[in-house]
Structures are given as C-alpha cells and as structure tokens.
C-alpha cells in the first residue's frame, strides 16, 4: 500500500463516527448519512476514510476489540486503520502521540495471539452457535462475511444485452466480469464510484446482488401475467420482473413503507418499465389484496427477514440482530406467505424468499406453509432454473452462499397452486434430503 500520512483530525473523524454508529439506533449507512451531514467539514476523502473505517469495524468488531483490549473510541479507530485499512505506523505518525503510538505497537504484537472461535469469526456467540448445524464450513462463510462484496450490476434486457455493457465497462478500464449464474449480472472488483455513471442514469444498469436477481428468476412470469411483488421495498426484484414480463401485463409492488416505495420511483423512471404499479398498504391482510384474491399469476414474497445473508454489505445487522427477533420475524413471516396465497389464481405460482441463512426463517416457515396449505405443492426451483439456462443445482430449494457462490446468501421456496379440481394429493411430498 503507498504510504499516506493521516491528520489527527483523520482519526478523530473516525472515532466519532464508530461512537454514533455503535448506538445502533439506526442501519449504518443512514447513520453515516446523518454523521456527514452533522460534519459538512469533512472532504471528499475523508468521508471515505471514515466509511471504510466504519464498514471495516464493523465487520471486525469483535476480534478487533478482543486484541485491542481498550474500548476508547480513538484506540479502536487507530486499531482499524492498522489492521483493516493496511496504514502503517509511520502513515499515522503525525497523527498520534507517544502513548499512542506505544499502544500501536503493544497492538499489532497481540495480533498473533489466540482468541475463541466465535471472537475470530467476528460473529455473536448465539450466531456462532447457530452455523454449526446450518453449514459444516462455517469457518469459510464467516471468512466470507469478515470482507466486503463486490459491486454486482444487473442489465436491463429492455435497453441493452450484457456483451454490450460488458464491453463498454471494460473500455473504461473496469475490472468486470460476468456473474457465474445469472445471465443478466456483472461483477465489479473493489469500489469504484459508478453514482453518475451515464449506464445508472440512464437505466441500462441496476445495481442488484446476482442471488437476488436468481431468486427473480425464479418467478418466472410470462409477458401477460399479473404479478404480485408482495414486500416491494425498493423495488430491485419488481424491475427485474417487469423486464421479464418486456414491460407487458401488471407488476403491482406492495410495500407497507411508503418510504421505501419512494426509492422506487426514480429507478422506475430510469427503466423506462410501464407495466410496474407501486402501492403502499397498511398491513398483509389490506383490502387492496382481498381485491386481488384469486386473480395473480405470480407471486413473490421477499419476506422481512434477519438479513444475514448479506452480512458483506450490512455487517452492522450481526450486532443489531438478537435471538429474540427471530420468533417476532418468524410469526411476521408466516402472516404475510399466508396472506400471499390467497391472492394466487389456480395453476400459479408463489416464490418464498429470504437473505437469511436460518432455518427458522426458511425451511420451517416452508414447511409449515405446505403443512396448513394442501391445495399448493412445491416446485423443485433448481429444474426451474435449468428451464431458464441457469445451471445452479442446490436442490428443490435454492440456496447461495458467499464463500461457494460468491453472492449474498438467499433462501427461496417454490409452491405452485393446484390447477382447479386437482386433487389434494398433488402436492408434492418433499423428503429430509431433498430439502437438503
């Protein structure tokens, strides 16, 4: 790394930041945005200092703090620009004093020192706990987490192909390849800054992970269909299944934050999509969808969920996520699938979703829908994938990873509702090792 001498006023920049975002009142990143808005004196580089320190200790925080056995702010920050941003002590000289500087040094000889397992995989004990009965390499998926993921990119099939944008990033001196998985994804190494890049503007690209983009595919609507996207949020998957639908039929995006549905509006504009209706409801039983019942073709429900899956790009959910929210978003989440199949006509189909690696969130909720709901029977979703050229086989339920796929990790189960008068043994019986 080329030497960089940091500023004092550097460091303390970064202190303060990591002391706002540990209140986890808010996500980081909105906590960040309300940090630089309170210091409009910071410059361009310094905000992205901060940033990379902040995102860096968050995703290290524990074994950070294990080997740096202090909990003032200032030490930490100078911890994270040694361990996690590569600055050595000669880049923070001017920035430190004698004490601090010795403390640098006692640091980086604690480094080699053993911790527990959970205090190196900078995951909370109960976590911890928890992946040793979801995935036997929990030590690579924890590796996975501890970096940050790359930039993935989905084209717009409406105004451009992927050869198309592929080249022309790559003009640009862009170190982009194209997603293993999806046909529409790109891959960006490191961070470049693409916010005013004429292919964002313009709607040629959409910023989404390929395991989301792969759980849209799943849905699979035709161009006529009326579909459901059932927990909207900003709308990334309800653009990719307008795309499908080649801007033909009815996408209606339901979301309970009319916040959240406003972010949708301006990537609506930009994708030059005309079949995509955003509507704000009150609840998973609103009088919108009884009007509904019976009528979609398609139906997806992303639901709310811990977000570990995506603990590359929001590590600050590790540390805002407690055991207890899974049984408030267990409960939440077999509310809205049931709330969901009503609105599924006879012979359609509902995709259930997460970015979550529990099995409470996703096998369980799964199976208790098929249980209490014997007019659906689930769908194998790597065959659907196969039918659509994507040739990811993770058995009848689709499962990413990071450290084995290289995307955020999501969960999606298939259910098709049984064409009218089929009897109810259609349903499909799904074995312990097909789930598997």
């Known amino acids: 790394m080329t030497a960089v001498t940091l500023r004092r006023a550097q460091v303390t920049a970064l202190a303060h930041a990591i002391t706002r975002v540990a209140r986890f009142e808010l996500p980081a990143d909105a906590a960040l945005t309300a940090f630089f808005r309170e210091h409009r004196e910071l410059g361009v580089h310094d905000r992205s200092l901060v940033a990379d320190g902040v995102f860096a200790w968050l995703r290290r925080r524990r074994s950070l703090e294990a080997h740096a056995q202090e909990e003032s702010p200032r030490l930490v920050a100078l911890a994270v620009l040694v361990r996690e941003l590569g600055h050595s002590l000669r880049d923070l000289e001017a920035a430190t004093n004698a004490v601090e500087r010795n403390w640098l040094a006692g640091f980086k000889a604690r480094l080699h020192e053993p911790v527990p397992e959970a205090v190196a995989a900078d995951l909370p004990d109960w976590l911890w706990e928890r992946l040793g009965a979801i995935d036997e390499d929990r030590v690579a998926l924890a590796r996975a987490w501890q970096s940050a993921a790359p930039l993935d990119l989905r084209v717009n099939v409406l105004k451009a192909n992927r050869d198309e944008a592929l080249a022309a990033l790559q003009a640009q ?58 927990c909207a949020g900003a709308g990334g998957k309800t653009l990719l299944l307008g795309t499908h639908m080649r801007s033909q039929g009815r996408v209606y995006a339901f979301d309970t934050s009319a916040a959240r549905l406003a972010r949708l509006a301006p990537r609506l504009a930009r994708s030059g999509l005309s079949n995509i209706h955003p ?8 009088a919108r ?26 590590p600050d959910l590790k540390w805002r996520r407690s055991e207890l929210d899974l049984v408030e978003l267990a409960d ?17 189909r509902l995709v259930y979703a997460t970015c979550s690696v529990l099995p409470e969130e996703n096998d369980a909720i799964a199976d ?8 659906f029977r689930e769908v ?30 999501f969960f999606a189960a298939v259910f098709e509702r049984a064409p009218a008068g089929a009897p109810a043994s259609m349903r499909a019986s799904i074995t312990d090792a097909e789930r598997r």
Not at 296 to 307: F, N
Not at 337 to 344: E, K, Q
Not at 368 to 375: E, R, S, T, V, Y
Not at 380 to 404: N, Q
């Open 289 to 314: 969808i009884g009007r509904l019942a019976g009528k979609i073709d398609r139906v997806l429900v992303d639901a709310p969920c811990t977000g570990f899956g995506t603990l590359r790009r929001n």
């Open 380 to 409: 194998s979703a790597s065959e659907i994938l196969a039918k659509a050229g994507i040739a990811l086989d993770t058995g009848m339920r689709l499962r990413t990873w990071p450290h084995r796929h290289g995307c955020d990790a």
């Open 368 to 375: 208790a829908f098929l249980a209490a709901h014997p007019g």
């Open 173 to 230: 001196g862009l170190h982009v390849t194209a997603t293993p998985w999806s046909p529409w994804g790109l891959r960006i190494a490191g961070r470049p800054s693409l916010a005013r890049h004429p292919w964002l503007a313009d709607g040629r690209l959409e910023v989404q992970d390929e395991g989301s983009q792969l759980v849209g595919a799943l849905v699979q609507p035709k161009r006529n269909d009326m579909v459901v996207d059932f």
């Open 332 to 348: 939440k989440q077999r509310r809205i699938l049931d709330a969901a199949a009503t609105l599924v006509k006879s012979g359609g």
């Open 279 to 286: 509507q704000r409801i009150a609840h998973e039983r609103d």
